[in-house]
């Protein structure tokens, strides 16, 4: 494909995100892995993987880039009636396997594939490096929907969500960005907006501004510490 660079398994640097192409908005780069290592050095840049069964390892760097600043989290009145009659349990990365599968089995059943098998494999890695984490509702002990996403010094980049119960999803976002505003992360990455996400109150920043809350944030000396927040988030 033209003036998109392809990547191989012994380079792992992306080429610089202004390359991205603007039809289709925001491809940067084919081919590479899906190690560890490089998925940590995309995220740090602004780079996502993002591909379907049968085609190739695509990387992104959309412009604009959806976000969500976890101050402005907007609530809808049948939320916050949720959110007030605590009617989930909250955990956060007691069952984060599940919740990538919970993801992609939703993603399926209206047929996008994007979470494919390695494409869990590898984010299952990341949460084991403690890369990577899960906000999990549950209800009588059955997990009923939840997110998942990586965290780089204070941001947060959210991946999926999903939810076999009304609004669990909507929830476990709600506990990500009180969550967030209580560890000092200034920004959620959203990737691309939708009308789900923009209902929440995320908006569209920039690819130049969003490249300096990376620079800002991600390499900071005092990043999230995930191992000090309890395993069951406290009641809304």
Same mark, same amino acid.
């Given at each position: 494909?033209?003036? #998109?660079?392809? !990547?191989?398994?012994? +380079? %792992?640097?992306?080429?610089?995100?202004?390359?991205?192409?603007?039809?289709?908005?925001? &491809?940067?780069? =084919?081919?590479?892995?899906?190690?560890?290592?490089?998925?940590?050095?995309? @995220?740090?840049?602004? =780079?996502?993987?993002?591909?379907?069964?049968?085609?190739?390892?695509?990387?992104?760097?959309?412009?604009?880039?959806?976000?969500?600043?976890?101050?402005?989290?907007?609530?809808?009145?049948? %939320?916050?009636?949720? &959110?007030?009659? +605590?009617?989930?349990?909250?955990?956060?990365?007691?069952?984060?396997?599940?919740?990538? +599968?919970?993801?992609?089995?939703?993603?399926?059943?209206?047929?996008?594939?994007?979470?494919?098998?390695?494409?869990? /494999?590898?984010?299952?890695?990341?949460?084991?490096?403690?890369?990577? /984490?899960?906000?999990?509702?549950?209800?009588?002990?059955?997990?009923?929907?939840? !997110? @998942?996403? #990586?965290?780089?010094?204070?941001?947060?980049?959210?991946? *999926?969500?999903? /939810?076999?119960?009304?609004?669990? $999803?909507?929830?476990?976002?709600?506990?990500?960005?009180?969550?967030?505003?209580?560890? +000092?992360?200034? &920004? =959620?990455?959203?990737? !691309?907006?939708?009308?789900? !996400?923009?209902? %929440?109150?995320?908006? *569209?920043? *920039?690819?130049?501004?969003?490249?300096?809350?990376?620079?800002?944030?991600?390499?900071?000396?005092?990043?999230?510490?995930?191992?000090?927040?309890? $395993?069951? &988030?406290?009641?809304?």
């Amino acid at each position: 494909m033209q003036d #998109v660079a392809w !990547l191989d398994s012994n +380079n %792992l640097q992306f080429p610089p995100i202004d390359q991205a192409l603007v039809d289709p908005n925001g &491809l940067l780069a =084919i081919g590479g892995d899906l190690s560890t290592q490089r998925l940590l050095i995309a @995220y740090r840049h602004g =780079i996502f993987p993002w591909y379907e069964d049968g085609q190739p390892l695509l990387w992104w760097s959309p412009n604009p880039r959806a976000v969500l600043f976890p101050d402005e989290l907007r609530v809808s009145r049948s %939320l916050a009636k949720r &959110l007030r009659r +605590n009617e989930f349990q909250v955990r956060l990365d007691t069952c984060f396997t599940d919740v990538i +599968n919970g993801c992609a089995r939703s993603r399926d059943s209206v047929t996008e594939t994007w979470i494919t098998t390695d494409m869990q /494999h590898a984010y299952i890695n990341l949460h084991h490096q403690g890369a990577a /984490h899960s906000i999990e509702c549950f209800q009588d002990d059955i997990l009923v929907g939840g !997110l @998942y996403g #990586v965290s780089l010094g204070k941001i947060f980049f959210g991946e *999926s969500m999903f /939810h076999s119960v009304t609004d669990a $999803s909507k929830v476990a976002f709600a506990y990500l960005c009180r969550l967030m505003r209580e560890q +000092n992360c200034p &920004l =959620i990455d959203c990737q !691309l907006e939708n009308h789900h !996400l923009s209902s %929440l109150g995320c908006e *569209s920043m *920039s690819r130049t501004d969003f490249r300096t809350f990376l620079d800002q944030y991600c390499d900071v000396p005092d990043p999230i510490d995930w191992h000090d927040i309890p $395993s069951l &988030l406290p009641d809304w």
